[in-house]
């Protein structure tokens, strides 16, 4: 069996490869103590609600929108913060090629073993197939405290769901009762995720931006395409503590995460998922 071969995770998560000391006794999660971590409701900051006609009304028109300042600032900053120091060993590199998906996890002994692998996803988005290749995290215990599984949490909360189906309804015909699946990404220089539509996902994809001081000729931009795949219909530059819902219907959405120029010293996180 080659080292690839040894460092591919089936199925995202398996028994032999899940985060060491993702919890301790004492909570201790990277020198970050996390004391008396009560999820409660009221999550979403206050100015969101005042426009949330506003929401509506242009989700009816576009069937997505922006949402700025969306988490009460200090949800957001605790997440900001606890995703720069995040130990290393918890992102793995999620790659997509040849409608083959492996997941290998970033530390610096798979160093040489990732690069190769970013040829072949070169080589195949070249060739015009759906590739991708860019860290996300994986499943965490169920009794986890971090600042990622707190904020995964509360996006699963009576007040969220709420607020989301109030500016929906007119869009999609019945409310929105789950979340289907959600992780946190990281992208870095040369990551990028292909043009593809997200069927079969949910209902209403979403982005939480993590993202401060990112600019648009980075790359790393959500770009969303009509049907024909080379018009560009929109575009959103990362950015901080944005919420970014997009309807997904039965026919999919176009969209793809354009590749971040070599070199930069910059990361663009995010927490994204589906709801349906």
């Known amino acids: 069996m080659s080292i690839i071969e040894n460092n591919i ?27 008396n971590n009560i999820i409660s409701n009221n999550i979403i900051s206050n100015n969101v609600f005042e426009n949330k006609d506003e929401y509506k009304s242009l989700f009816d028109t576009k069937n997505r929108i922006r949402i700025r300042n969306f988490l009460k600032p200090e949800i957001a900053n605790d997440l900001y913060d606890f995703l720069q120091v995040c130990n290393e060993n918890w992102w793995f590199y999620s790659i997509y090629y040849d409608n083959e998906r492996k997941t290998i996890r970033n530390d610096i002994e798979n160093y040489n073993d990732i690069e190769l692998e970013r040829e072949k996803v070169y080589k195949s988005v070249g060739k015009g197939m759906f ?18 599984c707190e904020v995964e949490k509360l996006l699963q909360d009576d007040e969220v769901f ?5 500016i929906t309804n007119t869009v999609i015909d019945s409310p929105l009762t789950t979340i289907t699946e959600v992780f946190a990404s990281r992208y870095k220089a040369n990551d990028f995720l292909g043009l593809h539509h997200d069927k079969n996902k949910g209902r209403l994809a979403f982005v939480l931006g993590m993202t401060k001081g990112w600019r648009s000729d980075w790359g790393g931009n959500l ?21 970014d819902i997009f309807y997904v219907p039965d026919e999919g959405t176009n969209h793809y995460v354009s590749n971040i120029v070599p070199y930069i010293d910059h990361t663009r996180f995010s927490i994204t998922g589906w709801m349906k």
């Open 9 to 35: 995770i089936e199925n995202n998560v398996s028994e032999n490869n899940i985060i060491e000391n993702n919890v301790s006794e004492n909570n201790i999660i990277e020198n970050n103590i996390i004391e």
């Open 162 to 166: 709420g607020f989301l189906n109030d």
């Open 131 to 148: 590739s991708y290749i860019f860290c996300s995290t994986t499943n965490h215990y169920d009794t986890c405290y971090c600042k990622i």
């Open 223 to 243: 770009i969303f395409t009509k049907t024909d795949m080379n018009i560009i219909e929109d575009v959103l530059v990362p950015d901080y503590n944005t919420l």
